[in-house]
């Protein structure tokens, strides 16, 4: 089934406007206020939990899920990368950008993405999960990083689409993902979960 909805993108985030509108999705943006916790300690169920709180909030604003009919849909996302069983979000400043570079450097690690979608009076929610091979960085790598500025405001002070590629070696799994949305899960969730196309 074929009909235009309304779909509504409840992030600030610039890079998941970038993929959505890659992809030639029409779509707005209204930023959720919600609180970005959780007491998960699962990372699928942590971003999960939090997707849902952004999706909600969203939809609390527009009157409520039960408002949120065939016509429009919200979509929220959260990701987190994961090292040694920790859960690195942004860095907090440049010693901690630092920090979690040097956890990151000549190992594997994982990125998860939550994601929430509210349509037809209902919240569902889904996670994907991608491994990321990081090449070793010296500390002169770190820090000329960090000093680019690019680490802050990006779960596990990188960005795979931007300067931080030149320490990639490789990923299993969905690239989109690890920039911040998970662009062929959602677009299959959305078909099998609602019966619509984005």
Do not use: W
């Not at 899920?65 to 440049?94: Q, Y």
């Not at 570079?101 to 037809?120: K, N, P």
């Not at 931007?162 to 990639?168: K, L, P, S, V």
């Amino acid at each position: 089934m074929n009909k235009k909805i309304d779909l509504i993108l409840a992030s600030a985030s610039p890079r998941r406007s970038e993929i959505l509108t890659s992809l030639g999705v029409d779509f707005r943006v209204l930023v959720s206020d919600a609180d970005e916790s959780s007491d998960a300690t699962d990372a699928g169920a942590h971003v999960e939990s939090i997707a849902r709180a952004k999706c909600l909030a969203v939809a609390d604003s527009l009157g409520g899920v039960e408002n949120i009919d065939g016509d429009k849909m919200i979509l929220a996302a959260d990701t987190l990368v994961v090292a040694d069983s920790e859960f690195l979000g942004k860095p907090s400043d440049a010693e901690d950008a630092a920090r979690m570079l040097r956890q990151l450097s000549g190992r594997e690690h994982f990125v998860v993405t939550g994601f929430a979608v509210c349509y037809d009076g209902r919240v569902s929610v889904s996670h994907e999960k991608t491994v990321v091979r990081f090449a070793e960085m010296t500390d002169s790598d770190i820090d000329s990083y960090v000093d680019s500025g690019e680490p802050f405001g990006k779960a596990g002070a990188y960005a795979i689409q931007g300067r931080g590629a030149r320490y990639i070696e490789g990923i299993t799994g969905d690239y989109f993902n690890v920039v911040g949305l998970p662009a062929h899960k959602i677009f299959d969730f959305v078909r099998r979960e609602f019966g619509v196309e984005l």
